[in-house]
T-cell receptor, first 113, second 110 residues
Framework: NAGVTQTPKFRILKIGQSMTLQCTQD?????MYWYRQDPGMGLKLIYY???????DKGEVPNGYNVSRSTTEDFPLRLELAAPSQTSVYFC????????????FGSGTQLSVL | GQNIDQPTEMTATEGAIVQINCTYQ??????LFWYQQHAGEAPTFLSY????GLEEKGRFSSFLSRSKGYSYLLLKELQMKDSASYLC???????????FGAGTTVTVRA
């Protein structure tokens, strides 16, 4: 049972490049989330999904896109990378409600230079 | 929206006790979580409170007062490995997401 798996762990992008952060979970969880965490700060919600085919914006969605074609996968897309997107990105999942604890991936450290 | 406040930093000595407070302003409260996050790692679950009172788990305890919009995380018999950031997160009924506080960095000194 791998839990929540994020790839890559580290990435450096040039301004204007695009990339996809991968997230997959093998726990059959319905709810999945993408957070970003800037140094010394808490978690800010980018996008979330309550099931396959359903996504919604969080607090800081600008510059990002997501899709949820399967229960397992929830990729995060950066189309035109900007220095403001330098951050640590965490994917998380929970079975079916916010009464249950979040399971986090190990994170992706992204630098945009 | 929600307003979640917790202190930025706390320092304590090994073996001591530290209490991290979290206050929140929200409607439709549906539970409060505490997560621990070591530097460079993902957050890990510590506790969940949905009813008033104290929940104890070994050296860690969490308290909730819904009427006051207040929770605290109590860390007893501090160890060096307890140096970490502690995140308070609040859930709402009829919502699909948690809101996180900015986190409290606890430094344990020898």
């Amino acid at each position: 049972n791998a839990g929540v798996t994020q790839t890559p762990k580290f990435r450096i992008l040039k301004i204007g490049q695009s990339m996809t952060l991968q997230c997959t979970q093998d726990m059959n969880h319905n709810y999945m989330y993408w957070y970003r965490q800037d140094p010394g700060m808490g978690l800010k919600l980018i996008y979330y999904s309550v099931g396959a085919g359903i996504t919604d914006k969080g607090e800081v969605p600008n510059g990002y896109n997501v899709s949820r074609s399967t229960t397992e996968d929830f990729p995060l897309r950066l189309e035109l990378a900007a220095p403001s997107q330098t951050s640590v990105y965490f994917c998380a999942s929970t079975p079916r409600s916010t009464n249950e604890k979040l399971f986090f991936g190990s994170g992706t450290q992204l630098s945009v230079l | 929206g929600q307003n979640i406040d917790q202190p930025t930093e706390m320092t304590a000595t090994e073996g001591a006790i530290v209490q991290i407070n979290c206050t929140y302003q929200t409607s439709g409260f549906n539970g409060l979580f505490w997560y621990q996050q070591h530097a460079g790692e993902a957050p890990t679950f510590l506790s969940y409170n949905v009813l008033d009172g104290l929940e104890e788990k070994g050296r860690f305890s969490s308290f909730l007062s819904r009427s006051k919009g207040y929770s605290y995380l109590l860390l007893k018999e501090l160890q060096m490995k307890d140096s970490a950031s502690y995140l308070c997160a609040v859930g709402l009924s009829n919502d699909y997401k948690l809101s996180f506080g900015a986190g409290t960095t606890v430094t344990v000194r020898a």
